[in-house]
């Protein structure tokens, strides 16, 4: 009689390899058939690949890992993507106000930073996300704060007067203190500010960008350097290595509406010559690496450059022809982009053509523009004219909000 071979006889080494071919959720359904399945698949080595590949999730960069909370486990990976992927969240509204404002967030590991109008906000990241956990500004907020950054040290606030002010946590209260400020560091609204480890960068509606000395020391008052770029600046970011900084303008002028800096010798880098239809008002931008810069804007689209070629190398145009305010990234393939109608936030992978899902922040009130956003591997926050959103994806009884289907829907009926 011919010996019978059983699945669930095979060495170990060998079943790894027959489960590497499964898809992620076959695995899932394979662990429930015996122990022996349930103990190998459960082991991180399986994940190690397929933990590469999703959305979201993958956490590759450690820029991005520096605002994940929490870290996924490798396996835990492919389910929190899946709920990315089809719209399975639990929506919390942390704000909520009468005056319409143009907020912005910045999301760190352990805080959720907001500002709109006067005031500065930041939320500590616990399981208690509301309850006691605010940190905020006490007074000296003479104008309303157009852009900010934080990081460990302090807090750098641009304000609509002009001015740029500076802040550190207290370390008695839940407030955040006055340090100092540079009261005319411009004629015009600071709509854009970024810092390097030597220096602070700020952008103007007066159309100048200017470098500003070391922070901790109050001789900031005269900047290091001026760059006249003669057209409403829009947005700003230094790059990765601190050398370069990409400056996005208005685009009312038949002028070019992005530029790359040099950080070392003050003036504009001819790396990058991009058309001016092609990026005409460039709202926001994000570096994925040292070479790759992603930029948004009234163009409706999202261009990747790559300064190697100092070329545009892809475009994802937004799906309902839209304004693009805001964009983050993880740095890998996943971008998210906020749009000027209906509070609608999109998520991207760079490897696909088409957008992967519609994110809806407030379906109470649909007109506002999504003007700011930030997420990890299992939240997204944006900003509304009158909220601050929470989506969160981690758990495992969501109701799908599968808006792509509806869209995919409309646009074939019209």
């Known amino acids: 009689m011919t010996d019978v071979w059983c699945l ?20 899932v359904r394979l662990s429930e058939v015996c122990t022996r399945f349930y103990d190998i698949i ?9 933990s590469k590949q999703p ?51 910045q999301l760190t590991k352990d805080i959720l930073w907001w500002s709109g109008g006067y005031q500065l906000y930041g939320f500590r990241r616990t399981e208690q996300f509301l309850t006691n956990n605010r940190i905020f500004i006490a007074d000296n907020v003479r104008s309303d704060i157009c852009k900010f950054i934080a990081n460990n040290e302090c ?30 560091a411009h004629s015009g609204h600071v709509n854009a500010i970024d810092e390097t480890p030597q220096t602070i960068i700020s952008g103007s509606g ?13 001789i900031l008052n005269v900047p290091l350097a001026t760059i006249n770029v003669a057209e409403w600046i829009c947005s700003l970011s230094a790059d990765p290595t601190s050398r370069k900084v990409a400056i996005g303008s208005a685009g009312d002028t038949e002028r070019p509406h992005l530029h ?43 261009r990747k450059w790559d300064l190697r070629t100092g070329t545009c190398v892809y475009s994802w145009p937004d799906p309902t ?44 009130r649909m007109s506002s523009p999504v003007y700011s956003l930030s997420f990890d591997s299992t939240h997204l926050y944006g900003a509304t004219d009158q ?20 869209l995919k829907y409309e646009q074939i009926i019209g």
């Open 260 to 302: 790359i800096f040099d950080l070392e010798y003050y003036n504009e880098s001819d790396i990058l010559r991009p058309d001016n239809k092609r990026c005409a008002g460039t709202l926001d931008m994000v570096w994925d690496s040292p070479h790759i810069l992603l930029t948004c804007g009234y163009d409706t689209y999202i």
């Open 8 to 27: 669930d006889t095979l060495p170990s080494d060998v079943l790894i390899l027959i489960f590497d071919y499964c898809h992620a959720f076959d695995l």
């Open 155 to 184: 807090i750098i606030t641009g304000h609509r007067d002009g001015s740029i002010q500076f802040w550190t946590q207290s370390r008695y209260n839940q407030n955040i203190e006055f340090c100092f400020s540079i009261d005319r």
């Open 387 to 406: 909220h601050l959103v929470e989506l969160k994806f981690s758990g495992y009884s969501y109701k799908e909000c599968n808006y792509k289907e509806i």
């Open 55 to 105: 959305i979201a999730t993958n956490q590759t960069s450690p820029k991005f890992r520096e605002r994940c909370n929490p870290l996924l486990c490798l396996r835990t990976k492919w389910h929190v993507s899946h709920n990315w992927q089809h719209g399975r969240y639990e929506k919390k509204i942390l704000i909520s106000q009468k005056t319409k404002l143009k907020p912005r967030v």
């Open 321 to 364: 022809d839209a304004t693009l305010y805001c964009i983050s990234s993880d740095y890998q393939y996943t971008m998210i982009t906020g749009t000027k109608f209906n509070c609608k936030a999109v998520l991207w992978d760079q490897r696909q053509r088409n957008y992967v899902q519609l994110y809806f922040m407030n379906l109470r």
């Open 206 to 218: 007066d159309g100048t960008v200017k470098i500003w000395g070391p922070v901790g020391q109050k």
């Open 42 to 50: 459960h082991e991180e080595t399986l994940w190690i690949k397929k």
